[in-house]
């Protein structure tokens, strides 16, 4: 293989690449790949996900789901769960760990 074959091969794998990178968002619009929503209607009604733990370190993230300030809901996100080590402590304050809604 000559270096002329060798550049149009890399050309057209460039040319390529470009048009895939313009052309799969649009066949994808509808992922949005957001986790955190809220109400555009109503700012007092939102949701976003926060890591539970109980007594053995075992943290899941949850979905929470807020409307005037009170829990509507909170729901287990399959799969996002950790088992931290019997020493481990939780960073964030106690305030942190027990807020969910307002207040």
Known sequence: MDKLDLLIIILVI???ALLATFLAPSQVSAITGLVI???KTNINNYSFTKAICDEN???QD???VCEN???RSI???TGAV???DQNWQDPRSLEQI???CGG
Do not use: A, R, W, Y
């Open 75 to 77: 729901t287990p996100i």
């Open 57 to 59: 370190n075992l943290c």
């Open 14 to 16: 460039i040319i390529v």
């Open 98 to 100: 027990e807020k969910l």
């Open 82 to 84: 950790v088992q931290f």
């Open 37 to 39: 929503s809220s109400s």
């Open 62 to 64: 949850h979905v929470i």
């Open 69 to 71: 300030q009170e829990q």
